[in-house]
């Protein structure tokens, strides 16, 4: 489903990322582990357009990053969902509005919003939290509102950027069980982290990233560096 081919991308004389080589399968879930500063994040906002790599190469579903046009961007962000640490939600809308709103600007109709924002809520935990507006949640509730947002286009891949890093241990793992249970539903996930305890825990494939370079690889793996 992604492909990363010789990778390298310079910020002015800093590599950030230096030959990165990474192929990912459709449904896999994928814990991406490294300190702050060792390319994570890069990898992602490459992987949304939201940076351009300087050499090398990346596929997503066989769509080549380097020849997509801008104007067909949108196009393929549609398959993808994005989760940050900074969780950026419009506070002054509704758990029910914020996910909405995502849905409208992919050209979703009415009709369909009043179907699936329900359903979607449901799957996250949140129905009790459909009309509450963020300042009247918890962390961990609105990081699941965020989860929920990021799926109303149906991505394909969920990309999710330390979800868990604002948050405290008991939110933090019920953040990671339901990107697991979004995971058993078919959508790949590639979640980047620096919560040892978390990785070990979710006992799936584990990429260490160390200065830019991918130094090991495991396929039931823990955070190790």
């Known amino acids: 489903m992604i492909e990363f081919k010789k990778v390298t991308k310079y910020y002015g004389n800093h590599k950030a990322l230096n030959n990165i080589n990474l192929h990912v399968k459709q449904g896999e879930f994928i814990s991406m582990v490294g300190m702050s500063g060792a390319g994570k994040s890069t990898m992602l906002k490459l992987l949304v357009g939201e940076e351009q790599l300087d050499d090398g190469s990346i596929l997503i579903d066989d769509i080549d990053m380097t020849k997509i046009r801008k104007s067909d961007l949108p196009y393929l962000r549609r398959k993808i969902g994005v989760v940050f640490q900074d969780i950026k939600l419009l506070p002054k809308r509704t ?97 980047a982290t620096h919560a040892a305890d978390l990785v070990n825990k979710i006992k799936k494939r584990v990429i260490t990233i160390e200065g830019g370079q991918i130094t090991m690889e495991q396929e039931k793996g823990k955070y190790k560096l």
């Open 95 to 191: 758990a029910f509005e914020n996910v909405a709103f995502a849905m409208e600007v992919s050209g979703h109709t009415k009709e369909q919003i009043n179907k699936d924002v329900p359903r979607i809520l449901e799957l996250v935990g949140l129905t009790h939290k459909t009309h509450n507006f963020p300042h009247e949640m918890s962390g961990g509730e609105k990081q699941r509102v965020a989860i929920a947002r990021s799926l109303a286009h149906r991505p394909v891949l969920l990309l999710a950027d330390e979800p868990t890093g604002n948050l405290d241990e008991i939110n933090a793992a019920e953040v990671i069980d339901l990107l697991l249970k979004i995971n058993e539903l078919g959508t790949t996930v590639l979640l």
